[in-house]
C-alpha cells in the first residue's frame, strides 16, 4: 500500500515523512478545497524531507474552468516545481459541459516531464466518468485521485472498484475522501487499490484569542500518530 498525505503545512509534511508515508501532497488552503502552496514551502519539502514531493496546482478555490490568465499562472507554477525538482503535480481542468478539458491537461502533462502528473478530484464532477478516465488516461497523466464520485471514498467503493478494473493498468487509480485508519483495510479489501491519499488531520488548538469575538483560534495540522496508524493497516 502507498499512502500520500495531503499537507497543508511544512510541520504537516514533516509529520507525514515521520508517520511512515512515502508521498505528500503539498497544498494550502484546505478548508477551500486547496491551492497552490508557497515557494519556500515547495523548496523546503524538495530538499529537507526523504519522501516524494507533489505540488497541487491550483490557483483558486472555485471551479475548475481557467481563464487563460490563471492558466498561464498554472504554467508559471508548473515550471517552478520543475526547477525545485519536485516529483510530480497534481492538476484539474474542466470545460463547460463538465468534461475534462484535454488540450490543456495534455499540455501540462508536456509541460511537467519528467514530473508525474495526479488528475486530482476534479474528476470526480465529471458527468461521464468512463468518458474521462479514457479521456485522462489519453492526455498521459499517471494517477486519478478520486473518491469514486461520492461524498467519500468509502461511500465510493463500487464506483472505486469499477474504475481500478477498467483502468487495467494503464493509470493508477488513487483513493481519496474521508480515509483514516479505521476504514482503510476495508477499501483496500474491496476495490484492491493500492495507492491512497489522506490529509490524516487533527484540529490544534491555540490559546490566541480572537479579540472580535473572543473565540479560540485553531487549525487543521497533519498528526503523526495517525499516519503511523494508516500505514499499519
Same mark, same amino acid.
Given at each position: ?11 504537516? #509534511? ?6 511512515? #508515508?512515502? +508521498?505528500?501532497? !503539498? ?32 490557483? +483558486? ?13 498554472? $504554467? ?26 484535454? @488540450? +490543456? ?14 488528475? /486530482?478530484?476534479?474528476? =470526480?464532477?465529471? $458527468? ?5 478516465? =479514457? ?17 467519500? #471514498? ?30 482503510? +483495510? @476495508? ?9 491512497? /491519499?489522506?490529509?490524516?488531520? $487533527? ?7 480572537? !479579540?472580535? =469575538? /473572543? ?19
Amino acid at each position: 500500500m502507498w499512502l500520500e498525505i495531503c499537507a497543508n503545512s511544512v510541520q504537516s #509534511a514533516i509529520n507525514a515523512a515521520n508517520g511512515g #508515508a512515502q +508521498r505528500i501532497e !503539498l497544498c494550502q488552503n484546505l478548508n477551500e478545497g486547496g491551492t497552490t502552496p508557497s515557494y519556500a514551502t515547495i523548496k523546503y519539502c524538495c530538499e529537507q524531507l526523504p519522501l516524494k514531493t507533489f505540488v497541487l496546482i491550483r490557483p +483558486r478555490s472555485g471551479n475548475f474552468l481557467y481563464s487563460d490568465l490563471e492558466y498561464e499562472l498554472v $504554467k508559471e507554477e508548473v515550471k517552478i516545481c520543475k526547477s525545485l525538482n519536485v516529483h510530480g503535480v497534481v492538476i484539474g481542468f474542466l470545460t463547460a459541459d463538465l468534461s475534462v478539458d484535454c @488540450k +490543456r491537461t495534455s499540455e501540462i502533462v508536456n509541460l511537467a516531464y519528467p514530473m508525474e502528473v495526479t488528475f /486530482h478530484r476534479a474528476f =470526480d464532477i465529471c $458527468k461521464d466518468w468512463q468518458t474521462a478516465l =479514457d479521456h485522462i488516461i489519453d492526455c498521459g497523466c499517471h494517477r486519478i485521485l478520486t473518491s469514486g464520485q461520492a461524498v467519500t #471514498a468509502e461511500l465510493g467503493i463500487d464506483l472505486l472498484t469499477q474504475l481500478q478494473q477498467k483502468a487495467q493498468n494503464r493509470i493508477i487509480i488513487m483513493a481519496g475522501c474521508g480515509i483514516n485508519s479505521t476504514n482503510i +483495510r @476495508k477499501i483496500v479489501e474491496a476495490t484492491q487499490i493500492k495507492e491512497f /491519499h489522506s490529509s490524516a488531520s $487533527k484540529t490544534i488548538d491555540s490559546s490566541f484569542v480572537n !479579540l472580535i =469575538d /473572543h473565540s479560540f483560534e485553531a487549525y487543521r495540522e497533519t498528526d503523526l500518530e495517525e499516519v503511523k496508524k494508516m500505514i499499519l493497516q
